[in-house]
Nanobody, 120 residues
Framework: VQLQASGGGVVQAGGSLRLSCAISSSIRSTDVVGWYRRAPGKQRDVVARISDRGRPYYAPEYYADSVKGRFTISRDNTKAMVYLQMNRLEPEDRPVYYC??????????WGQGTLVTVSS
C-alpha cells in the first residue's frame, strides 16, 4: 500500500489549505486513516483520524485538541482518498504533515510528508 500526500504550501495565518492523500489500493471499511504532523525536534503526533464504521475503541473521528473546530478530516473509500481541510491556520500548525493508514492485521502505512508553512 502506498500513500501520496499533496496540498501543502505557504499560507498566511488565518488562511486555509486542503491536504489530499491518494492511496494505491482501495480503502477498507475497517481501515483507520489519519493525518499526523511533526515539527522540528519533536515527535510525530496525530492531528486527525477517522474510521469508517467506528471500531469499539475509536470514535468515528478524532482530532487533536489544538485543531478542533478548525480542521476537518474526510475519506472517500471509492476514490481511495483522504482529505484534511485546514482552516484558520496558525503558525503552530507547521510544518510537515503525513497521511497514515492503519489496517487491521497489517499495521501502519505512511506517505511521504507534505510541507505546510504558515506565515504570521
Amino acid at each position: 500500500v502506498q500513500l501520496q500526500a499533496s496540498g501543502g504550501g505557504v499560507v498566511q495565518a488565518g488562511g486555509s489549505l486542503r491536504l489530499s492523500c491518494a492511496i494505491s489500493s482501495s480503502i477498507r471499511s475497517t481501515d483507520v486513516v489519519g493525518w499526523y504532523r511533526r515539527a522540528p525536534g519533536k515527535q510525530r503526533d496525530v492531528v486527525a483520524r477517522i474510521s469508517d464504521r467506528g471500531r469499539p475503541y475509536y470514535a468515528p473521528e478524532y482530532y487533536a485538541d489544538s485543531v478542533k473546530g478548525r480542521f476537518t478530516i474526510s475519506r472517500d473509500n471509492t476514490k481511495a482518498m483522504v482529505y484534511l481541510q485546514m482552516n484558520r491556520l496558525e503558525p503552530e500548525d507547521r510544518p510537515v504533515y503525513y497521511c497514515n493508514l492503519e489496517r487491521r492485521g497489517d499495521g501502519h502505512y505512511w506517505g511521504q510528508g507534505t510541507l505546510v508553512t504558515v506565515s504570521s
